[in-house]
């Protein structure tokens, strides 16, 4: 049995059980490559037996099944399940905040535990909550046999840096919208910020001084308005593509009013005498490159570089120091304040 640690998923909280022997000492199969999967608290279980041997988790009996199950859908006789394998295994939380895990199929043999309950409880269903500033593990096994297991470690971050306000959140004083941390529908501060729309008029001057000419092509976009720009991707690329490079309503930056997007906002503008000049001089003016090369895993967005985010100018410098400190050029925002960006 091994027990995969690698897949990172950042889009899902998901696991999946390993069904047969044949699975032994490979990656966990997908969906595709199992001949029966279904899905259960936000994840898969997969086998990839035959279906004549095949024992539902859900207590439903298939024919010709070789194995019993019982009223509480624990396979008995020859055992399954060969390993639980998790998404992620790390996961930055808030106090207060629930990692959640929706539960959509019952009778799921598993057991979960905390090492911490005073750092982090979790439910029967792997719902991860937040109680106080720490690390702890939390550990999933299967109630069939309790040797296979999987593990996350769960940061807790102090909340004193983290204030909801209206159902907006401040981490460290600084607005957070990403895919972790929503807006209300009803947040809508009518246009860019008027300290966003002075720092960018002070960018754009400057940027014309060097012979740079920037300008604005998308600032504030209303719940409204991304709820249809989102759909319009949706019906042309699907779901999945969709959210790689536009916000669902209420998670897009654009809502805070501190976001534009310069000049022409798709890959030509990469490399162009523009982008390189945003990403050298953005900082001065209180602005970062919100969705930098390689980090997708971590914002939950391809590189963007014509999409700048206003934080103010201490925060611009404080976050590039740390970035000096880290040596990583390319530090997003969501690794400064220690958070995640990920459709829960
Ligand atoms: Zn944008």
Redesign the pocket.
Known sequence: MKISTSRVIAAAAAFAFVAGAASCGKDVPNAEQSSQSYTIAGGEVTSTQPASEETTSSGEETEDTTSTTTASGVVVGEPRVSGITLSYTSADILVGQTLTYPLVSENIPEVWTSSDEEIATVDSVGNITGKSEGTCTIRVVSADDSKLGAEVKVNVKKGSGVEVNNGVTYIDGILVANKSYSLPESYNPGGLTPDTYAAFQELVQAAANDGISIYLS?GFRSYELQSQIYNNYVSTYGKETADTFSARPGY???QTGM???VNI?DDSFIGTPEAIWIEAHCEEFGFIL?YPYGKQEVTGYKY?P??IRYIGKENAKALRAEADKRDDVNLTLEEYLGIDSYYH
Do not use: L, T
């Open positions: 998308s897009s930056e654009h976001a534009i997007d906002v919100r963007e014509w999409h």
